[in-house]
């Protein structure tokens, strides 16, 4: 049986059917015998209908409500998730950042993670339950809600996948996986099957929007691989991983869905050769 964290942005739980969408992909990985912990963005612009609304009542809110107010679209998404799940015939528990143990400095809009302890989740999952975490935040050492940037729920799902010792830690997106160029603007952009934490540093540090910078960074530090796919498709999506793991190690993959490493490296380096990246 294998744990896998998978990770759910804004756009795969932007309305009631795509949570249900999600929810019954979850359940699939889940009774194909793996242990599931998920974590979830905001739905949709809930983040930018929130800081329409702050800027609405204080053209220069304290950064300390800020937060406060940020962590409401994530408790929206994990309880209507957690529900869904329910109402299709499997058990799941929500926790927020705070609940979950992610603890952060105090550095509000922008915090850090110190460490994660995610008992709460661990005991949901020995119930057989889904355990859903609030992406994206967490809490300072004075109880505070805090937030953590760009790309936090990204950041969220590796750093609880890091402490559960997870085998996988899947990103869920509108695109399948990391292309050579955006896809949507050009359409003959390729997938990248499998790339190094190095590139895909590069391709952070160059503008690609796919992942965050501090989300690769931590899962490179601890080598946690990344399996970044669509969430409104089955399609093969792009793994991020160490060169010296095997394939064969990672779960919820269709057979012959990757190929190998030397490949893909070569593929990959052409492309940033030709820039293309």
């Given at each position: 049986m294998a744990l896998i964290v998978q990770k759910y942005g804004g756009s795969s739980v932007a309305d009631s059917d795509s949570i249900k969408r999600?929810?019954?992909?979850?359940?699939?990985?889940?009774?194909?015998?793996?242990?599931?912990?998920?974590v979830v963005s905001a739905m949709g612009d809930t983040t930018d209908d929130l800081i329409d609304q702050a800027m609405d009542v204080d053209s220069n809110p304290?950064?300390?409500?800020?937060?406060?107010?940020m962590t409401a679209g994530e408790r929206i998404s994990m309880s209507l998730l957690a529900m869904s799940i329910h109402a299709q015939g499997e058990h799941a528990h929500s926790f927020t950042g705070s609940?979950?143990?992610?603890?952060t400095d105090a550095r509000y809009g922008a915090a850090h993670i110190r460490h994660v302890r995610p008992q709460r989740v661990m005991k949901a999952l020995d119930r057989g339950e889904v355990g859903i975490v609030a992406g994206f935040q967490g809490v300072n050492a004075d109880g505070d809600a805090t937030t953590l940037g760009r790309g936090g729920s990204d950041t969220s799902a590796v750093a609880l996948a890091v402490?559960?010792?997870a085998d996988v830690c899947e990103i869920y997106t509108d695109v399948d996986g990391v292309f050579t160029a955006d896809p949507r603007i050009v359409?003959?952009?390729?997938?990248i099957a499998r790339i190094s934490y190095e590139e895909?540093?590069?391709?952070?540090?160059?503008?690609?929007?796919?992942?965050?910078?501090?989300?690769?960074?931590?899962?490179?530090?601890?080598?946690m691989p990344i399996h970044v796919r669509s969430s409104?498709?089955?399609?093969?999506?792009t793994l991020i991983m160490?060169?010296?793991?095997?394939?064969?190690?990672?779960?919820?993959?269709?057979?012959?869905?990757l190929p190998d490493r030397p490949a893909a490296h070569t593929d990959r380096q052409r492309d940033l050769t030709e820039g293309r990246s």
């Open positions: 999600v929810a019954k992909r979850i359940i699939d990985t889940k009774r194909a015998g793996n242990d599931i912990a998920v304290p950064a300390r409500e800020m937060d406060m107010l609940q979950a143990g992610f603890m402490a559960l010792k359409p003959t952009a390729r997938r895909m540093l590069e391709m952070a540090a160059g503008g690609s929007k796919v992942l965050a910078l501090r989300c690769v960074e931590y899962a490179q530090r601890f080598r409104f498709s089955h399609r093969p999506g160490p060169d010296d793991v095997d394939v064969d190690k990672i779960p919820n993959l269709e057979t012959g869905q």
